[in-house]
């Protein structure tokens, strides 16, 4: 008796597992990209609201994400001229450094849908003398690179490799999306 009643207790156990594996998986799409305007990224995207709200976040951000100089000739070294200007961050530290001149959003999208499942996720993207592009680093304060002092340069900026205002969809599939299509004989 105490065998069958141990063996039914690991089999209810099991179900749960065997419930999940069997369920319809659903898609997420993550949309992402680099825009100079709003106005680009929502020819690109089709969604200006969703533009207007990832530009505006990335512009609060500015100031305690950009790279800090403490003079203009040290940002001119790496950024254009005419894009170093003093800021102030939002604790109250002036510096000197470049302007956003872009913003990089991202939208996780409902895969069967197309519909917005989640707001969009923005940071500012500053445009150095190279033509390359960087926004900031993960880690720190919510990855801005509010812990680098004056003079810390391109210290917590991440480069990115986007080409700008050209919408970039990457497909990422729910639970059992590799194994779906294995079978395996037994053996």
């Known amino acids: ?3 069958s009643k141990a063996t039914a207790l690991v089999l209810m156990s099991a179900v749960p597992l065997l ?3 069997c369920q319809k998986e659903e898609t997420v799409q993550v949309q992402e990209g680099l825009y100079t305007s709003v106005e680009a990224c929502s020819e690109a995207t089709g969604n200006p609201s969703s533009c207007r709200e990832a ?4 512009q609060k951000q500015s ?3 950009a790279p800090k100089y403490a003079s203009k000739e040290e940002c001119a070294k790496e950024y254009p001229a005419e894009q170093c200007v003093q800021q102030q961050t939002s604790a109250g530290t002036s510096f000197i450094g470049p302007m956003m001149m872009g913003f990089f959003m991202s939208q996780m999208l409902n895969g069967s ?3 917005v499942a989640a ?3 923005s940071q500012p993207a500053f445009k150095d003398n190279a033509n390359g592009w960087a926004k900031p680093a993960p880690g720190g304060s919510g990855g801005l690179n509010t812990a680098s002092g004056i003079g810390a340069g391109k ?3 991440a480069p990115v490799s ?3 205002n050209r919408a970039v969809t990457a497909s990422r599939g729910g639970f059992g999306a590799r194994s779906g299509g294995r079978s395996s004989v037994g053996g």
């Open 119 to 121: 707001p969009p996720a």
């Open 19 to 21: 419930l999940t594996a």
């Open 155 to 157: 210290a917590g900026l």
């Open 63 to 65: 100031a305690d994400a």
């Open 162 to 164: 986007a080409e700008p």
């Open 113 to 115: 849908r197309g519909a």
């Open 55 to 58: 530009f505006a976040t990335a």
């Open 1 to 3: 008796m105490k065998r």
